[in-house]
T-cell receptor
Framework: DQQVKQNSPSLSVQEGRISILNCDYTNSMFDYFLWYKKYPAEGPTFLISISSIKDKNEDGRFTVFLNKSAKHLSLHIVPSQPGDSAVYFCAYGNTGNQFYFGTGTSLTVIP | SQTIHQWPATLVQPVGSPLSLECTVEGTSNPNLYWYRQAAGRGLQLLFYSVGIGQISSEVPQNLSASRPQDRQFILSSKKLLLSDSGFYLC?????????????FGEGSWLTVV
């Protein structure tokens, strides 16, 4: 049972435009979310996180939005750069030791 | 600062041969440790996690096993590899913060079973 879902397997965006990556979750008790970026043949790297006490967290070109009523979060990348081309995973992490990952969205930024 | 290393980076093994992937974490004590697998074109599948020495939880039935002989060492093993064991294996550790846990991954190990 997939508790964190990324329904778009791929996304293409022109360089300089906004990339929006989406993620839905099923459990309303989830309260801490993370985004990771993964290049081929490398481990995922942590990008940004958000806890449920916020609805937005910003770090440079990356902003994560959380809509608790819709159980939806999104990652915005502005402006998109060719080096942003990678697979992006959203994940839920709680204060225990369990992490639930989405299946990933492959972003291609076209120069 | 904390670092995580896993090896070997690439491995080609025949069906039926044994496997040993090793992972070490530096700069932290008593971390939670994990083994994940990413099959081609798929997401991250949790295989094992450990909250302490000798404590291993298995998430998916398979012919793989894990061991944690030391606090910051995590080993993934198999006695006899199957073709379906091919994939990209990731070791990871997690750190608890005030708001929640963050997980950090190693460089990954490509396993091809032939």
């Amino acid at each position: 049972d997939q508790q964190v879902k990324q329904n778009s397997p791929s996304l293409s965006v022109q360089e300089g435009r906004i990339s929006i990556l989406n993620c839905d979750y099923t459990n309303s008790m989830f309260d801490y979310f993370l985004w990771y970026k993964k290049y081929p043949a490398e481990g995922p790297t942590f990008l940004i996180s958000i806890s449920s006490i916020k609805d937005k967290n910003e770090d440079g070109r990356f902003t994560v939005f959380l809509n608790k009523s819709a159980k939806h979060l999104s990652l915005h990348i502005v402006p998109s750069q060719p080096g942003d081309s990678a697979v992006y995973f959203c994940a839920y992490g709680n204060t225990g030791n369990q992490f639930y990952f989405g299946t990933g969205t492959s972003l291609t930024v076209i120069p | 600062s904390q670092t995580i290393h896993q090896w070997p980076a690439t491995l080609v093994q025949p069906v039926g041969s044994p496997l040993s992937l090793e992972c070490t974490v530096e700069g932290t004590s008593n971390p939670n440790l994990y083994w994940y697998r990413q099959a081609a074109g798929r997401g991250l599948q949790l295989l094992f996690y450990s909250v302490g020495i000798g404590q291993i939880s298995s998430e998916v039935p398979q012919n793989l096993s894990a061991s944690r002989p030391q606090d910051r060492q995590f080993i993934l093993s198999s006695k006899k590899l199957l073709l379906s064991d091919s994939g990209f294996y990731l070791c990871a550790w997690s750190q608890e913060t005030v708001s929640g846990n963050t997980i950090y991954f190693g460089e990954g190990s490509w396993l091809t079973v032939v």
